[in-house]
Nanobody, 124 residues
């Protein structure tokens, strides 16, 4: 079955960096666009970033532009989220997700498969 497994979360001070990874199995990875979402306590899950199937197109929510970078390695079936200049408001559980369609969407409903999430806490 399809599995998406996130790793790399943790506690970091404001201004610090983290790199999240999401390892995929059970699907043809290069046939899926990949996205990162996050959910803070008491808030709805929100779109963070998306990368197209072979990595030519990337999209970001405005609040992370210039700070976060999404990338993928199709040979390793892995998608990454490099997060720099972290702020307390970036604190959330971060999820990766796979989308089998070609159309960009920030809606979580479009994504077919989800990981279990990894906690990111930005605090001094």
């Amino acid at each position: 079955q399809v599995q998406l497994v996130e790793s790399g979360g943790g506690l970091v001070q404001p201004g610090g960096s983290l790199r999240l990874s999401c390892a995929a199995s059970g699907l043809t990875f290069s046939s899926y666009a990949m996205g990162w979402f996050r959910q803070a306590p008491g808030k709805e899950r929100e779109f963070v970033a998306r990368i197209s199937r072979i990595g030519l197109m990337t999209y970001y929510t405005d609040s992370v532009k210039g700070r976060f970078t999404i990338s993928r390695d199709n040979a390793k079936n892995t998608v990454y989220l490099q997060m720099n200049s972290l702020k307390p408001e970036d604190t959330a559980v971060y999820y990766c997700a796979a989308d089998g369609t070609r159309t960009y969407s920030a809606s979580a409903m479009q994504y077919d498969y989800w990981g279990q999430g990894t906690q990111v806490t930005v605090s001094s």
